[in-house]
Each structure stands twice: as structure tokens, then as C-alpha cells.
């Protein structure tokens, strides 16, 4: 079930759910507007991949998932602000790496600066607790951070 507003401000008032800072007025009918963070402006030149990080710190319990969505203003301007990773697993606290591009090679680069509404987040409850919340690699995460990947190693 995807949390509304009403349940996204319950849910933050009773600690169930932390977004830190949290504004009211980033509260949408069935999502959580998200900000950039960092010191400078977010240059996308298209067809340039780039890492950037929100403001905003969100810490999820056991029993819930977010999931991370461009916002429809920023898609009608060419950009995409996240590609394969906009799943954030039950148990993960930190800041959020979105992945972003600009693709309108007409329009030229696009500019967003810090505290700009760049891409929105969705909650959704689990029909039970996870048995092992995330408690990975990226835990705890305050810049935008690149990825940590690492080929399987066969066990003989």
C-alpha cells in the first residue's frame, strides 16, 4: 500500500517515518518532494551522467520502502534524475544519490541549485517487516555517493 499525505505526515509526526528537514509543503497527494543538496548549483550537460544528493536525510523502519521518482516538471525539462537505483530497501538511513541527466541536446545544459525540488519520493508499506533490513555499503550515506559495486567472487 502506498502511503498518502495524510499517512506521510503521521507517520513523521509519530517517528514511524524521519525526513529531516521536514516541510510540510513538500508533502504531495502520494509523495514526499525531495531537494537538492550540496554547496553549488548542478550543472547537466546533456548526455552527461552526473551524482547529486538531496537535502533532505530519510531513515526507514523494517516495515517500509521508498521509492525514488523523477518530478513530472523536471522530466518536461529533459532530465532524468535517477535510472536503475530509485528502490530505497527497508532499514536504509541517509542521504539519497539520485542519478541524473539532461538529454535535450537543443535546450543545452540545465541548471538546478541547491534546495531546488529535483525528484520526489514514494512509501510504501510491506506485508510484513523485513527479517534483514538494508543495513549496507551506501548505510548511513551524506554526499553523493559513487557506486561501491563489486564483481561476486565464486567460494571453491
Not at 537535502?55 to 523494517?62: C, I, M, N
Not at 528502490?87 to 541524473?100: A, Q, S, V
Not at 538546478?112 to 548511513?140: E, T
Request: glycine fraction near 10%; charged fraction near 20%; hydrophobic fraction near 40%.
Amino acid at each position: 500500500m502506498i502511503l498518502c499525505d495524510q499517512s506521510i505526515r503521521l507517520n513523521v509526526e509519530s517517528g514511524a517515518l524521519v525526513i529531516r528537514p521536514f516541510n510540510v509543503r513538500q508533502v504531495q497527494p502520494s509523495s514526499y518532494d525531495l531537494t537538492l543538496g550540496g554547496d553549488e548549483p548542478l550543472v547537466l550537460v546533456p548526455r552527461k551522467f552526473a551524482l547529486a544528493r538531496t537535502v533532505e536525510w530519510v531513515e526507514l523502519g523494517a516495515g517500509i520502502q521508498g521509492q525514488v521518482h523523477g518530478r513530472s516538471s523536471v522530466g518536461r525539462m529533459g532530465v532524468q534524475v535517477h535510472f536503475t537505483a530509485g528502490l530505497i530497501d527497508p532499514g536504509f538511513k541517509g542521504t539519497i544519490t539520485l542519478e541524473c541527466m539532461a538529454f535535450d541536446e537543443e535546450r543545452g545544459p540545465v541548471t538546478f541549485y541547491p534546495g531546488d525540488r529535483i525528484a520526489q519520493i514514494s512509501f510504501h508499506w510491506l506485508d510484513a517487516p523485513a527479517v534483514y533490513p538494508y543495513n549496507g555499503r551506501y548505510q548511513g550515506q551524506v554526499d553523493a555517493t559513487a557506486s561501491k559495486f563489486e564483481h561476486e567472487k565464486e567460494t571453491p
